[in-house]
């Protein structure tokens, strides 16, 4: 079976997120300068776009198969709901890639395309992700209530607001896209302002997003916090800083005042520079955020949650990236845009394998050394007279050592999860363990 390595998926994921950029730029660059190029160069760039999205996430899934999850399909997994989400996931993410092959046959052969094939695209991406990031909102919180960390908090009111956000998302494009013609054609020009002509929904949606990414950037320069001893407080909040007012730019009438005169002088210049300038914005700051899990991911030694924060960080690149659905609004022709938003839902459940299955690992971790601590006061206790003598004392390692690892094969069977004790750190800590013991005696 095919196995991919983290250098692929890094190279994998820089592709997608640079077609991505400029999948989502075609319609307002061509709306800034007055209409779409040929119609044969943008059904083959088009054609490229869904290309890169159906290689792109067969590999992505290919990896998490064969790296994380087989190891789960060769057990009896009943408990972890996480194999339930991977197939749904690669059904429908199979189901988009048939949808946008469909668009392209459309268009080659009857030089239309059915409005019904965005509206379906918009249901299941976005569907997908509601599901998918709200269950991940409903964990941060449980994790929150015992310890009652700030940046868990953030990191949950984030992924619950993401998930209004696609709600917002959904109903706002649908009204938007119900009053298009039902058969979109070739236009030779996109007049207009990407923006609904529902008030209403067109503020909610960019209000959502605009607390979603500053929930995110919050919990993200509280988790790199540590960093400020290192590089200065100044020089940290200096750049972490950056992603922030970058996005936040976009929506204040400050950059079109200070450029007032090149938007007088060359408007359709102007435009092209604006939307190329900004379309990067949300992706940077994906960038940003999928940084501190890796930050946090290569200080660790154990290759299994190392792994699942990896994903993370790859989940959070991607959402952010993909999460651009306003260009869909025009009803383009081809429909540029369209393949970026089926990334959404890949994305979220990229977002949530990492960090539930990191934090399932953690919390086996402590049951397995709670089970060894039993284990091991258990033996003590038959032997105590002897508890002294490096006979008994081996005595008890081979036993309590021989009864971890069956429960540690056995907790892994139940959830699909690996650890991150080996037989090393059992022993590890049962000699603190036994210490403890003799010292109590």
């Known amino acids: 079976m095919l196995r991919i390595g983290n250098r692929t998926i890094f190279v994998v994921m820089i592709v997608i997120v640079l077609a991505?950029?400029?999948?989502?730029?075609?319609?307002?660059?061509?709306?800034?300068?007055?209409?779409?190029?040929?119609?044969?160069?943008?059904?083959?760039l088009f054609t490229a776009m869904?290309?890169?999205?159906?290689?792109?996430?067969?590999?992505?899934?290919?990896?998490?198969?064969?790296?994380?999850?087989?190891?789960?399909?060769?057990?009896?997994?009943?408990?972890?709901?996480?194999?339930?989400?991977?197939?749904?996931?690669?059904?429908?993410?199979?189901?988009l890639l048939v949808i946008l092959a469909s668009v392209i046959f459309q268009i080659a052969f009857l030089s239309d395309y059915l409005i019904y094939s965005l509206i379906l695209v918009i249901l299941i991406s976005y569907g997908l992700s509601i599901i998918v990031l709200s269950l991940?909102?409903?964990?941060?919180?449980?994790?929150?209530?015992?310890?009652?960390?700030?940046?868990?908090?953030?990191?949950?009111?984030?992924?619950?607001?993401?998930?209004?956000?696609?709600?917002?998302?959904?109903?706002y494009l649908n009204v938007t896209l119900t009053n298009k013609p039902v058969f979109i054609t070739h236009l030779r020009s996109l007049v207009g302002s990407m923006t609904s002509p529902d008030a209403v929904f067109s503020t909610a949606y960019v209000l959502t997003d605009i607390l979603f990414f500053v929930l995110t950037w919050v919990a993200t320069v509280l988790l790199l916090k540590h960093y400020s001893r290192k590089l200065g407080n100044i020089k940290y909040w200096i750049l972490v800083s950056i992603p922030l007012a970058y996005f936040l730019s976009q929506f204040q009438p400050l950059f079109l005042f200070t450029f007032a005169d090149f938007r007088l002088s060359d408007p359709v210049l102007f435009g092209i520079v604006y939307t190329l300038l900004f379309s990067i914005?949300?992706?940077?700051?994906?960038?940003?955020?999928?940084?501190?899990?890796?930050?946090?991911a290569r200080h660790l030694e154990d290759s299994n949650v190392k792994g699942y924060l990896i994903i993370s960080a790859c989940g959070m690149c991607l959402l952010f990236a993909s999460d651009?659905?306003?260009?869909?609004?025009?009803?383009?022709?081809?429909?540029?845009?369209?393949?970026?938003?089926?990334?959404?839902?890949?994305?979220?459940?990229?977002?949530?394998?990492?960090?539930?299955?990191?934090?399932?690992?953690?919390?086996?971790?402590?049951r397995l050394r709670q089970t060894i601590?039993?284990?091991?006061?258990?033996?003590?206790?038959?032997?105590?007279?002897?508890?002294?003598?490096?006979?008994?004392?081996?005595?008890?390692?081979?036993?309590?050592?021989?009864?971890?690892?069956?429960?540690?094969?056995?907790?892994?069977?139940?959830?699909?999860?690996?650890?991150?004790?080996?037989?090393?750190?059992?022993?590890?800590?049962?000699?603190?363990?036994l210490i403890e013991l003799k010292l109590k005696k």
């Open 136 to 171: 991940l909102a409903k964990h941060f919180f449980s994790w929150y209530r015992p310890n009652h960390s700030l940046v868990v908090l953030i990191y949950g009111l984030a992924m619950a607001l993401t998930s209004i956000n696609a709600i917002i998302t959904i109903i």
């Open 281 to 296: 914005s949300k992706p940077l700051g994906g960038v940003l955020f999928g940084i501190a899990f890796w930050m946090v």
């Open 373 to 433: 601590r039993k284990a091991a006061l258990k033996e003590s206790q038959q032997f105590l007279d002897a508890i002294g003598t490096a006979e008994m004392e081996q005595e008890i390692k081979r036993r309590v050592v021989s009864f971890s690892e069956k429960t540690k094969a056995m907790m892994e069977n139940e959830i699909g999860i690996s650890t991150s004790i080996d037989e090393e750190d059992i022993k590890r800590y049962l000699d603190e363990v």
């Open 324 to 366: 651009q659905p306003t260009s869909l609004i025009l009803a383009p022709y081809p429909p540029f845009g369209l393949v970026t938003i089926c990334f959404m839902g890949l994305a979220s459940y990229l977002l949530y394998l990492g960090i539930y299955s990191s934090a399932l690992s953690v919390s086996e971790d402590s």
């Open 50 to 95: 869904v290309l890169i999205f159906a290689v792109g996430q067969y590999i992505i899934l290919r990896f998490i198969k064969s790296n994380y999850l087989d190891r789960a399909n060769e057990t009896a997994v009943t408990k972890s709901h996480i194999q339930w989400i991977d197939r749904i996931t690669t059904f429908l993410q199979y189901a």
């Open 20 to 44: 991505v950029i400029v999948d989502n730029s075609i319609v307002g660059v061509a709306t800034s300068a007055g209409g779409m190029g040929s119609l044969y160069s943008d059904f083959m």
